[in-house]
């Protein structure tokens, strides 16, 4: 079941907000609607689901309802109309002690300015949502000690909030968000504030910290670069609504119109396209055959070097055609030519990780998956070809810039 | 202008009239309990020889204050002693503590509800400003009335002169509590209760103390002109002395209500610097 579904989910400001839902309905621009019904739109019927686990952005410039809509997920904003479900219950029709348990249970909350509470100490604005929930003393410093060891501020439970510089503060507000273990964490625009370094620093850890809880996460940013790197799915805002909804690589690479394309059109893609992208079938060679049939693969296929592979495709180690015609001469096996000194890389690398290494060796980059199974090899003109928006080389041997010219770098 | 004056002062005296005939089960009860508050903390303060007390608020000095709070106030209560006005100044401080304390017992929830709701707090702040200009004479005419000759009527109108700031500051503490931090209890899931004991009052504490010290010092300022309806203390002895045309035991009795002011003033600030300092 999905996490949170929203259907036709509206914010509208004003005097007798509902008013404005049939005008909405009938479509009304937002012009129309400020001058002929005094009404602001906050948010403008959203439709959109997020799955368990997920990381979803929602992107947008100032003013675009990004908060506002966040705000509409757990009713710090009270919804004009639309429903809101949450794990199948409407979130929008919940009783006000509802809603504190839903609060206080299910949904975490992480601030821009953080929001930490300047008389508590750091433990005890940890502790703040289970103190709330009435828990024992002693376990909820348990609780509250282990959210703050998960952000790495062991042993500061005692300090003040001022008393921390800005990415700490941040880690005690994301602590304070997951003390009470919730299943959903909204961030809102939460490293804004932060030094470009530092914010850099906190969306790794997230991310490390993601990966081990596996959170359903609402992130709220203004900051493209940033929204690619976090988001599992981004949502994109426009006075409201939203207007694209999808994976990073459909928002560069499929932008819905005009708006999304001049909004990503200053992306720089070596920070988002990763070696997958950018990736060609690598010529392979399996390590039973001799080097004669590895000349004779060379040949046939127009490459001057090979991986040579174990069946089960593990690398081990590249041939060039050099020293497989010295194995023809010398009488010795494949193995014993191999050079092992390979550049290779993960496929989630970022490409513009990957230049430094492509400039420091002649070979082409093998992309080696878990258990270093090889998936591909990366060389630069495919580089280029991604960064220039063209379309990743997993089409194999009919992409001009795969196979032959490519392996001839070698 | 051919219009007839308004029968305003009809009005208010008819009002008088029904309130005393109507109201004066609770008239009486209000001057039991605010009169035996008085009684009760007045014994208490002159049933200790004076040197126990001077020691006792030297030592809250000392404790709250730093060292010259402890020094000012031990030389200061001994000047009052010395000058033979001790139980004046205790009868005149047992006033002003009563008044204090049932402004601050009824001005903070007041506030607090202010702070709550806008409606409130549009009609509170005119009666607060009525309260506040309305010359205090005036309305020690009606507190004789209701509640006789003596302290009862001095502590009422010290109250109604004095309460303003306390409420006025609570509201004011309360609202000021930035918008984002009541956001981050909310979507914590704090009931109201849990929102104002855990975060509001806290975060609004020094601008409430500052409301508070407010109130005290008002109500110090009022002794004397409750001393003409017979409240007793170091005000009727100022006011004694300015009819009588007796410049020196009027500035004796001055001077008693300042160390009296200056004491507590520095008491309540000094308060106020702790609850800005964390918890």
């Not at chain 1, 790197?229 to 560069?252: C, F, H, N, W, Y």
């Not at chain 1, 055959?289 to 593990?314: C, E, I, T, W």
């Not at chain 2, 000095?61 to 106030?73: C, N």
């Not at chain 2, 005149?92 to 049932?102: P, R």
Request: with cysteine; hydrophobic share 45%; glycine share 10%.
């Amino acid at each position: 079941m999905a996490m949170i579904e929203a259907k036709g989910l509206t914010k509208l400001f004003g005097q007798d907000a509902k008013r404005g839902m049939p005008l909405l309905k009938q479509g009304w621009t937002k012009e129309k609607l400020l001058a002929e019904a005094k009404l602001t739109i906050g948010v403008n019927q959203a439709d959109f689901t997020i799955e368990e686990g997920q990381i979803f952005v929602i992107m947008g410039l100032s003013g675009s309802g990004k908060s506002t809509l966040v705000r509409l997920l757990n009713r710090l904003i009270e919804p004009t109309g639309g429903t809101l479900l949450f794990q199948g219950q409407d979130v929008t029709k919940m009783s006000p002690e509802k809603l504190r348990q839903f609060r206080r249970k299910n949904i975490g909350m992480v601030f821009q300015k953080f929001a930490l509470f300047p008389h508590r100490t750091v433990i005890q604005n940890v502790e703040y949502g289970l103190e709330v929930q009435g828990i024992a003393k002693k376990e909820r410093r348990e609780m509250a000690m282990r959210s703050l060891e998960l952000v790495g501020l062991k042993g500061w439970e005692n300090s003040y909030p001022d008393q921390l510089s800005g990415g700490m503060q941040q880690r005690v507000g994301l602590a304070r968000g997951l003390a009470s273990d919730p299943d959903i964490l909204l961030m809102d625009e939460a490293f804004s504030a932060l030094d470009p370094l530092i914010r850099k620093d906190m969306q790794d850890e997230l991310l490390e910290l993601q990966s081990k809880m596996k959170k359903t996460i609402v992130f709220i940013t203004h900051d493209l670069d940033e929204a690619l790197r976090i988001g599992d799915v981004i949502a994109l805002m426009k006075d409201g609504s939203i207007v694209q909804i999808g994976t990073p690589e459909d928002i560069l690479m499929q932008p819905a119109n005009r708006y999304v394309e001049r909004f990503v059109e200053d992306v720089d893609l070596s920070k988002v396209l990763t070696a997958s992208h950018a990736m060609d079938k690598a010529e392979t060679v399996t390590t039973d055959r001799g080097p004669r049939v590895a000349l004779q693969f060379m040949r046939d296929r127009g490459v001057s070097s090979l991986y040579v592979v174990d069946k089960s495709m593990h690398l081990l180690g590249l041939v060039s055609a050099e020293d497989a015609s010295r194995a023809v001469k010398e009488n010795l096996k494949l193995v014993d030519v191999l050079q092992t000194d390979i550049p290779t890389t993960h496929p989630d690398t970022l490409l513009n990780e990957l230049f430094e290494l492509m400039g420091n060796s002649r070979l082409p980059v093998a992309v080696i998956g878990d258990n270093r199974r090889l998936k591909g090899v990366v060389i630069k003109g495919a580089v280029l070809a991604a960064l220039a928006g063209g379309s990743n080389g997993d089409n194999g041997d009919n992409s001009p810039q795969n196979g032959g010219a490519a392996h001839g770098t070698a | 202008m051919g219009l007839p004056k308004l029968p305003l002062a009809d009005w208010v005296e008819w009002l008088q009239d029904w309130m005393g005939d109507n109201l004066w089960p609770l008239f009486s009860f209000i001057s039991f309990v605010i009169g035996g508050i008085v009684k009760g903390l007045n014994n208490a303060l002159i049933w200790l020889p004076p040197i126990a007390v001077i020691i006792l608020f030297t030592a809250i000095a000392w404790y709250i204050g730093k060292w010259r709070m402890g020094v000012f106030t031990i030389v200061g209560l001994l000047l009052i002693d010395n000058l033979g006005l001790w139980n004046q100044t205790m009868q005149t401080l047992a006033l002003v503590l009563t008044a204090a304390f049932i402004s601050i017992l009824i001005g903070i929830p007041l506030g607090i509800l202010c702070a709550r709701s806008g409606k409130l707090q549009k009609i509170v702040t005119p009666v607060l400003d009525f309260m506040q200009t309305m010359p205090a004479f005036v309305y020690l005419l009606p507190a004789i009335t209701f509640f006789n000759l003596g302290v009862v009527p001095g502590v009422i109108s010290s109250i109604i002169f004095a309460i303003p700031p306390t409420i006025r500051l609570t509201n004011l503490g309360i609202r000021q509590v930035p918008a984002e931090l009541v956001e981050a209890a909310d979507a914590f899931g704090s009931t109201p209760g849990q929102k104002l004991v855990k975060l509001q009052l806290p975060i609004a504490l020094p601008t409430i103390m500052a409301g508070v010290n407010q109130t005290i010092m008002l109500s110090l300022s009022m002794v004397v002109i409750a001393s003409m309806v017979g409240a007793q203390g170091v005000g009727a002895t100022v006011y004694r002395a300015v009819t009588q045309v007796k410049t020196g035991v009027g500035f004796e009795a001055g001077i008693a209500i300042v160390i009296l002011a200056i004491i507590l003033d520095r008491l309540t600030q000094q308060v106020i610097k702790k609850s800005k300092s964390h918890g």
